[in-house]
């Protein structure tokens, strides 16, 4: 059985960074990318960055490269998402998705999700 879990969200004021964790269980090796997705009230679930598992190759939204970083410790089965210089804009609820390949940014293109975990950006 598959489980994904985030942690890391809350409160920040705009231009403070935070670190989200999403600790796999339950994954094979080969199980391509995992991904983080977000979702801000009323607006649809987007794509923010992936990374495969083995080669950890990354892939990034627009929107966030240059200030988001992922990253993955085999060892301990979890991925993580530095993100630096937070917006308002990045408020949402921040989800770790699995199953899907690299270059995947449609959520229904992934098999496993997460509870999420809520980033809210003060301005």
């Known amino acids: 059985q598959v489980r994904l879990v985030e942690s890391g969200g809350g409160l920040v004021q705009t231009g403070d960074s935070l670190t989200l964790s999403c600790a796999a269980s339950g994954l094979s090796a080969s199980d391509g990318a995992m991904a983080w997705f977000r979702q801000a009230p009323g607006k649809e679930r987007e794509f923010v960055a992936s990374i495969r598992w083995i080669s950890g190759n990354t892939y990034y939204a627009d929107s966030v490269k240059g200030r988001f970083t992922i990253s993955r410790n085999n060892a301990e089965n979890t991925v993580y998402l530095r993100m630096n210089s937070l917006q308002p804009e990045d408020t949402a609820v921040y989800y770790c998705?699995?199953?899907?390949?690299?270059?995947?940014?449609?959520?229904?293109?992934?098999?496993?999700w997460g509870q999420g975990t809520r980033v809210t950006v003060s301005s």
């Open positions: 998705a699995a199953g899907g390949g690299l270059l995947n940014t449609l959520p229904k293109l992934y098999d496993y």
